[in-house]
């Protein structure tokens, strides 16, 4: 049986992983790749007590792994965006493929990297780039390839959607949430990565650009994290029969590509509505297949390197082949991709959540759907909740149908002028993931 | 751009799918495979008026098809096990690969045919073969390659899970709900195949031998319908927190491997248990990834048809290529194949709801608690309806800890024996589905 040697760089919670299921799984991954896999070489500036590497070359410097005449792929799971970079390159200019679990570089940098790696014909697979060990890369290349995708939705970053959870079924508020998140492991010292959407937003342009056959690129794309949510939202929208979730949806138009990361009410009827906790979901809706989901666990050490050990397996099988006969790493030869138009977010159209705080008379809810009315905003449901005795001021919330959003900006900042309205007018894009 | 030509036998539902999808996103599709996909020969006894065949070869005589030198891959979609073996076997005798939807002629015969296909250099893909649209095949046989798989659990027949949505949605009846659904074209006008479980048994050996590593085979599958389930099971199930759902169950054991398909309480809590209609989904938990769920339709005509074509696009895309970097048909190298006992349903361990007509009165219970502490059986709960006044007997149901079926059967033998419960006593297996 052939031999494949793998260089793993970096030997954190991930690295980890991929060494030991590559160790426990050896029979099974080796019938399955038909060749033997053996991680010959390992790239980390210190040991990882969860590993045991005796028996396989350690280095200290992770560059040494990519020059090794005894490594045939290697894995980058360093994390980041700039000695990541030079260590994929490098592997790339020293004849290794590449098999990256690294989102953020996938979005910042895979169009070089896919070029180099095709003018020296060497394959960079990136499953575990985004939604862990779900293959959703897989699926959206392969398994989806007769299709037009019309839109995908995924919440694609287990760190809020454990937050929104939290939040959801406790009733708890967001910061409260975010210090149990820090305390268990699931979120960052410093959050704002996840809490902020940027990392969906990686994930959803990696997600976009196989659907869509675009170049990867993060220009354009609307981000909104989960920071400013309040506990009385998500529970408003559940008395609505809606679960509030941050997605990170692209959808083709006729004017072009919606790419946007935002907290989203989806209707409970909606399988996507019951993902939970650090699990991740993406959903496809595409026109000859109709709607599909993918679900499982979002990250962690062993889910991560399944998809990552995936990738090598392909690699381990397809490398001896014409590169013609490989899946190309966008799903289409990188002279068929092509951009598109990237819409701003006043031009997205969708339905709209919206609560705001009002005085409790006659004449306020007629003044508010005036405003709709004269902005061409057509209301599913309005309600006006019962406040304790001697409240002057109520909640109010509408639900709109579909809209541009740049009328929904202008119906706001007309009812924030209201003097029967106090404070700023919260708003919440609704999906209905439906068509 | 090279040329790789088709040859579609059966233009039913399927058929028309395949030949219409191939047509109208043919320039995503050739862009994915690298190559010009063009259907040159149809096979056909009748037109089909959902289909433009016009400037394409049309065959009366589908084994003109499989002949036909301008033909590189067969689409075998003529259902069936006796003329569909015939043809797929013509066409690999002809140098021809194969693309099939048919789940019968894979669970019946693969093993024969993946043997010609290898001995001639050539591939035979089903991925329509199993849950329609869903890309379960290569998830099972790719995406999660590097995992040991411990079980799976789907709905793979659209018209049972049709059928049970309606039946608790709405209390309706077997009977009714079957005519409903004849009417409507989602079952058959002989609905035994999808209502007691065949079709499913069918689809649930071809993934239990990818998620093994098995010879495909139908021996030793229990398989049970859901024609004797009964209104108030559905909401008795849903009053304790239950779904019932038809599922196909493959389960690795010490012991060796269940394989069942029968009516199961599944918690409402999982995602599972919100699958309705037509759809389709399989879990599958493995030891790396964890639990992962793929949904989407299960059957219709483009559904199905993408799933033909991303079997068509890479059949084109690797079949010039070296066949020992093929993904082989089941995952692994026939020769790594290997049969496992297959468990005896009365072997299997699970947990069981139960109901059974008793007399209202002292000391009805306590007997049927001796006979499960007897059996070796612990309750988790225990329920006696309160029935409308002057009724003497009650339904009582019970729902039990995990236990060999073995020993639920002494049990329910004793219990009927009871001078005082009326009638069988009903059971229906429960999963959790958690770990």
């Not at 980890?16 to 980390?44: E, H, M, P, W, Y």
């Amino acid at each position: 049986m052939r031999s494949v040697n793998i260089g793993i760089c970096g030997l954190g919670t991930v690295g980890a992983g991929v060494f030991n299921v590559l160790g426990r799984n050896s029979d099974k991954i080796n019938a399955r790749a038909n060749c033997n896999i053996t991680v010959t070489q390992v790239g980390a500036r210190r040991d990882n007590a969860n590993c045991d590497t005796s028996g396989v070359e350690v280095s200290r410097d992770i560059f040494d792994v990519t020059r090794h005449s005894d490594v045939d792929i290697i894995v980058e799971l360093i994390g980041g965006t700039t000695v990541a970079l030079d260590l994929v390159m490098s592997a790339l200019e020293n004849g290794k493929h590449v098999v990256t679990a690294n989102k953020a570089l996938m979005a910042a940098h895979g169009t070089e990297i896919f070029a180099v790696a095709q003018s020296r014909n060497l394959i960079v697979a990136f499953e575990a780039a985004v939604a862990g060990g779900i293959p959703i890369i897989k699926a959206l290349r392969e398994g989806l390839s007769a299709n037009r995708i019309n839109w995908l939705a995924g919440i694609i970053n287990g760190t809020t959607n454990f937050i929104l959870s939290e939040m959801d079924s406790k009733g708890r508020d967001f910061v409260d949430v975010l210090e149990e998140a820090q305390q268990k492991g699931y979120a960052e010292a410093d959050p704002t990565f996840d809490v902020e959407g940027i990392d969906a937003a990686h994930k959803l342009v990696i997600m976009a650009s196989l659907a869509f056959g675009l170049p990867i690129s993060l220009e354009g794309i609307f981000t909104d994290g989960i920071t400013r949510l309040e506990p009385q939202d998500v529970s408003y929208a559940r008395q609505l029969g809606y679960a509030i979730k941050h997605l990170g949806i692209a959808r083709q138009t006729a004017g072009g590509i919606e790419l946007r990361v935002h907290p989203t009410l989806v209707p409970e009827t909606c399988l996507i509505a019951g993902v939970n906790g650090v699990s991740n979901a993406v959903m496809v809706n595409a026109d000859a297949v109709g709607t599909t989901l993918f679900y499982g666990p979002g990250a962690g050490s062993e889910p991560t390197a399944s998809s990552v050990i995936a990738d090598i397996v392909d690699v381990a099988r397809t490398m001896g082949s014409s590169p013609e006969s490989w899946v190309p790493a966008l799903g289409c030869e990188p002279s068929a991709l092509q951009s598109q138009n990237i819409l701003d977010i006043q031009d997205i159209e969708t339905s709209f959540y919206i609560r705001f705080s009002a005085l409790d008379q006659a004449g306020v809810l007629s003044s508010v759907t005036k405003i709709m009315g004269d902005t061409g905003i057509s209301i599913e449901a309005i309600i006006q909740r019962e406040q304790p005795a001697g409240e002057t001021y109520v909640d109010v919330i509408i639900l709109t149908n579909v809209t541009k959003e740049k009328f929904l900006d202008e119906a706001v900042e007309h009812i924030e002028k209201l003097e029967t309205v106090r404070g700023r007018v919260n708003f919440i894009r609704v999906e209905h993931l439906d068509q």
